[in-house]
């Protein structure tokens, strides 16, 4: 019989030290768990939220009035140039497998914080790479019929930070993959994966809590004609062509802004900081003063990357 906490701090379970308290938790550490656990949350009337490992999400500072079910199933194993990985696996420790295996093909999520399970329901990616990359196939559990799928890289429908889990929340959770690498040099891939760290040191504001890139990069295509010529000397592939988001918050003259505890990374204008405190409703004020600079000065309106939960 599994055991469910009652009244649990969602501030400790997210990168963001933000958070009201859950109404119900539970931790599942195998299939059995995340069956056991969503009957209960059925039987209970309880709407269900999945958590992973917090890092790109925004908890409400009501909480959550319901269920948070964090995947914790941790299983790694390799077979020949395939990664058998449970979705509660976080990414350091998966690269740190793959260097151990000199396996090759994850370098470009050196410094990613967070589970597999939530880099595949959003497709994480930086540095010309993207998850979707890596992936042979991955296994879902099925809320409604409480079965367990296998679904091939194509059927997971990868796009932008997005998938078919992401597109179906609430009814699909991540339950683990398998990655498709290939033999490289241990070391060259050490380095290749520190170098991504020290970048990430570098150029990112971690010495505060934050939840990475708040707003996605802004797809070429979609961008005002009208404004194109003020930005055409800044587009990267990411996979394709984009406008760093960070670039337009900075025109916009909104690096540093505050609302409450929360800010505008000068540093990395695409983070949002909390300096200490900061509560869900600061960030969201400081959310939609950044959408009003950025639309004032270029005609673009941001899409939010950050998942925020009420």
Same mark, same amino acid.
């Not at 055991?3 to 997210?14: A, E, M």
């Not at 470009?108 to 597999?116: C, R, S, V």
């Not at 996979?239 to 916009?252: D, G, Q, R």
């Given at each position: 019989m599994i055991? @469910?906490?009652?009244?649990? *701090?969602? $501030?400790?379970? $997210?990168n963001y030290k933000i958070g009201g308290q859950a109404r119900y938790f539970f931790e599942a550490k195998s299939i059995k768990d995340l069956k056991e656990a969503v009957v209960w !949350?059925? &039987?209970n009337k309880q709407k269900i939220f999945i958590l992973g490992g917090g890092t790109n999400l925004l908890f409400s500072d009501a909480g959550f009035k319901g269920l948070v079910l964090k995947i914790d199933i941790q299983h790694l194993t390799a077979n020949g140039l395939r990664i058998r990985v449970g979705a509660g696996v976080l990414m350091p420790d998966l690269l740190k497998f793959a260097i151990k295996q000199s396996f090759s093909g994850l370098e470009? !999520?050196?410094?990613?914080?967070?589970?597999?399970g939530g880099a595949i329901r959003g497709n994480a990616g930086a540095f010309r790479g993207e998850i979707k990359d890596n992936i042979e196939s991955v296994e879902s559990f099925n809320i409604q019929t409480l079965k367990v799928k296998t679904y091939s890289d194509k059927s997971c429908q990868f796009g932008y930070r997005t998938s078919f889990f992401k597109k179906k929340d609430g009814e699909f959770i991540v339950t683990g993959a398998v990655l498709k690498l290939k033999k490289g040099n241990p070391k060259a891939i050490k380095f290749a994966i520190q170098d991504k760290i020290d970048f990430r040191r570098a150029k990112h504001p971690l010495e505060y809590p934050n939840t990475g890139s708040t707003f996605k990069n802004v797809d070429v295509k979609k961008f005002p004609k009208a404004s194109l010529v003020q930005v055409r000397h800044v587009i990267k592939p990411d *996979?394709? *062509?984009? @406008? *760093?988001? !960070?670039?337009? @918050? $900075? &025109?916009?003259g909104l690096k540093g802004l505050k609302r409450g505890k929360a800010m505008v990374s000068p540093k990395h204008p695409n983070f949002i900081v909390n300096l200490g405190g900061a509560k869900a409703s600061h960030v969201k004020a400081v959310i939609k003063a950044v959408k009003a600079g950025v639309k004032r000065k270029f005609g673009i309106t941001l899409e939010v990357e950050v998942q925020i939960v009420s």
């Open positions: 055991k @469910i906490q009652k009244n649990v *701090p969602l $501030s400790k379970h $997210s !949350a059925r &039987e470009w !999520a050196g410094g990613l914080p967070g589970t597999l *996979p394709f *062509p984009v @406008i *760093p988001t !960070a670039y337009l @918050i $900075s &025109e916009a």
